[in-house]
């Protein structure tokens, strides 16, 4: 321990007792008469179901009288605008953020470009918020406010307890949202990367953003290209296999040359992969699964994923 020294932990220690990398965005919500969006500087932005539920969802933490946090009480509706960095952009992002001002007046002071949302051009018969055309990357989501019994929380002044745990208002000063994920929509190059592979030439340009720091400035690391490590090449033997497969509760079989296909996949994802390939073959009416079968899930899988 004679190369590190304790820091007090304080209020916003993420950026006060410590440094912590989190991404540039800035967050549409609708007005209070539902009409135009306003957009709030924010980085504590996070996924949070990743895997096994019926959707996917982002959490934010924010102040809870900020637009922000308004807009999702009344209207539950949101776009989180990934941004690239530039030194004009970082600016503006930093003016979005400066608390108290109205609705209007960061509609007024946005520099950047408000578009119509992939959710409005599916329904157009109802309201959502805008995206900017300059990210390169959008979140359109919704808040489930069911979650936590966060239904019932309303717009106001001040908010005295009881406070949620983890969903809408929970505290004197802040508030959780839990966002499902409706769209995600990219610039067709980065959405290219990710269906055909990316590379350091088409990764997306992601700068980080540091926060506010020593009462004077807001720091933010632009773009660099990333390197990249392969996956260890560790292979599971093929005994270890088919006893994996023998304990799932299925009357579909693994031939060798099947189960040869999933060797490199971690131990800790081999029933989630081999349950997938059983109800896709109870699906088709499968009973033995082959190498012809494991490519056809797999070319699937690559069809869903575009």
């Excluded at 946005?110 to 309201?127: A, G, M, R």
């Excluded at 509760?249 to 060798?256: A, E, I, L, Q, Y």
Aim: neutral net charge; charged residues 25%; hydrophobic residues 35%.
């Amino acid at each position: 321990m004679k190369d590190f020294k304790e820091i007090r932990v304080v209020d916003n220690f993420y950026q006060s007792s410590s440094f912590f990398p989190m991404p540039l965005t800035l967050i549409g919500t609708l007005d209070e008469n539902g009409e135009q969006t306003s957009f709030g500087a924010y980085s504590l932005i996070f996924p949070y179901y990743i895997a096994g539920k019926e959707y996917y969802a982002m959490v934010l933490e924010c102040r809870n009288t900020s637009n922000t946090c308004k807009g999702l009480l009344r209207h539950g509706k949101c776009t989180i605008n990934f941004l690239p960095y530039t030194k004009k952009g970082f600016a503006n992002h930093v003016d979005m953020g400066f608390p108290g001002d109205t609705p209007e007046e960061k509609i007024k002071n946005l520099h950047f470009t408000p578009i119509d949302s992939l959710s409005q051009e599916l329904d157009p018969n109802h309201k959502y918020p805008k995206i900017l055309k300059e990210a390169v990357q959008v979140m359109e989501c919704s808040w489930v406010k069911e979650l936590d019994n966060a239904q019932d929380d309303k717009v106001q002044e001040e908010y005295e307890g009881p406070y949620h745990n983890f969903n809408g208002i929970t505290s004197k000063y802040g508030a959780h949202f839990i966002l499902k994920i409706d769209h995600i929509v990219l610039k067709e190059k980065y959405q290219q990367a990710l269906i055909h592979g990316s590379t350091r030439s088409n990764f997306c340009p992601l700068p980080t953003n540091w926060g506010y720091r020593d009462s004077k400035n807001f720091w933010c690391s632009p773009y660099r290209k990333p390197q990249a490590v392969g996956i260890p090449n560790r292979e599971i033997d093929l005994t270890s296999l088919h006893y994996a497969a023998s304990r799932l509760n299925t009357d579909v079989k693994f031939t060798d040359d099947a189960l040869l296909t999933i060797v490199k996949v971690p131990r800790p994802f081999l029933k989630l992969v081999l349950t997938k390939c059983v109800e896709w073959a109870d699906e088709n009416g499968v009973k033995v699964i082959t190498e012809k079968e494991m490519k056809i899930i797999n070319d699937k899988r690559s069809e869903d994923k575009k």
